[in-house]
């Protein structure tokens, strides 16, 4: 199979597969391969090969266990309730790895290009590996040794609105409840309502699938305005980050971001739980369809295909 780079901005680059003839199916891939190079490498786009955006998940069912029961923010498509929009509005989104501040942290982001934005709108990246290797000794033992807090308001039932919830939730609607996943605390459920409220307390680095490299992979430059689902983000201790910290990772997301430029049926396959994504400002006029596919637990090993060596 032949890759080529996608950006010298990656530690290892990222991988391009390009189709070797027209509209090869993408299932035709050597899903071996792709597992190897996707844990290597953290993201591959795929270009050339025949989409139907509605049958999307026949290729990434290959890999999936488990897709994410995604915030219903996002509108459905084609009836396959595995296939999204992205995020609503067009503001510009600061790099996030998606759902890194929740207790369901999905492993395997999937983007498709139904139809590719011309001058604005375009889908960031960016490499947490190369983004901690950037990082200060300063800023590395602080997020080393400091855990994030995030209060959550979390729907289950549909599409609700968390802010109106705040407003009219009674304390007697809430019951205790256990969310089995550690670091997470103060759980309740309000049944009535659709609603669990808990706290979540988690790292901003994360390991990789590499045994070897640290990732900086998280949400906190995406805190608000984003997810209504955060309620508040603080260290552990309840005190904030501080502002130089942020600044150092404000100037090392200008260094490390880089934009694709979307070719349509492009698909391209994130390690979420290693690079972070974002998004520029989407212009007036302009038209830009991508789709969405969320897999939160992959249908193989962590870290396995690098583990065994195999070629
Ligand atoms: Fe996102």
């Known amino acids: 199979m032949e890759i080529k780079k996608i950006s010298d901005k990656f530690f290892e680059g990222g991988a391009i597969i390009e189709a070797k003839y027209k509209d090869q199916d993408l299932t035709s891939l050597n899903k071996k391969k792709i597992i190897n190079i996707f844990e290597k ?5 795929f270009r ?3 989409i139907i955006p509605n049958k ?3 290729f ?6 488990r897709y994410a029961n995604d915030a219903a923010r996002r509108t459905k498509m084609f009836k396959n309730k595995n296939i999204k929009s992205v995020d609503l509005g067009n503001a510009e989104m600061a790099l996030h790895s998606e759902a890194s501040f929740s207790p369901s942290w999905p492993e395997i982001l999937w983007f498709c290009c ?3 934005p011309k001058k604005s709108g375009f889908t960031t990246l960016s490499d947490g590996v190369q983004f901690y290797r950037k990082l200060s000794t300063k800023s590395k033992k602080f997020f080393l040794g400091k855990q994030i807090l995030y209060n959550l308001v979390v729907p289950f039932k549909g599409d609700l609105d968390v802010k109106k919830y705040l407003k009219n939730r009674k304390k007697k609607e809430l019951k205790e409840w256990i969310l089995e996943v550690p670091g997470t605390f103060d759980t309740k459920i309000n049944f009535k309502k659709g609603f669990v409220e808990t706290k979540y307390m988690t790292f901003a680095l994360s390991k990789t699938r590499n045994i070897n490299q640290l990732a900086f992979c998280n949400h906190l430059q995406a805190v608000f305005g ?3 689902q955060i309620i508040e983000c603080s260290l552990l201790n309840g005190s904030k980050i501080p502002d130089l910290i942020y600044r150092e990772i404000r100037k090392i997301s200008d260094e490390t971001k880089f934009s694709i430029k979307w070719k349509k049926n492009d698909l391209c396959m994130i390690d979420n ?6 998004r520029s400002k989407i212009l007036e006029f302009e038209k830009r369809e991508i789709i969405n596919i969320q897999t939160l637990h992959a249908n193989f090993g962590f870290g396995s295909s690098l583990r065994a060596n195999y070629k």
């Open 41 to 45: 490498k953290g993201v591959i786009i």
């Open 48 to 50: 050339g090969f025949k």
């Open 56 to 58: 999307l998940t026949s």
């Open 60 to 65: 990434t069912d290959l890999f999936t266990y």
């Open 114 to 116: 139904i139809k590719a």
């Open 226 to 228: 984003t997810d209504p």
């Open 273 to 278: 739980q290693r690079f972070m994504h974002g």
